[in-house]
């Protein structure tokens, strides 16, 4: 029990991390933010591949109708 929450808490970390080097430069990081990106990391996560996913789709389908 105590390594899944381990794991989870890591991996929350790291894309906490990865908010704090690649974040925009408009939006400071702060506590809250940190908390919220550690402890709720699987909402944000989802959601950004879930737009990734739906972005790279809409290109594709751009690309092979020739829109570009």
Do not use: C, D, Q
Not at 4 to 26: D, H
Not at 29 to 40: E, G, T, W
Request: charged residues 15%; hydrophobic residues 45%.
């Amino acid at each position: 029990m105590i390594e899944n929450i381990a794991i989870y808490l890591f991996f929350g970390t790291m894309w906490s991390l990865y908010w704090e080097s690649f974040g925009p430069e408009e939006y400071p990081m702060n506590n809250s933010k940190r908390f919220r990106y550690i402890f709720f990391w699987p909402i944000g996560t989802s959601i950004w591949v879930i737009g990734f996913t739906i972005g790279f789709i809409h290109h594709l389908i751009r690309l092979f109708r020739g829109e570009e």
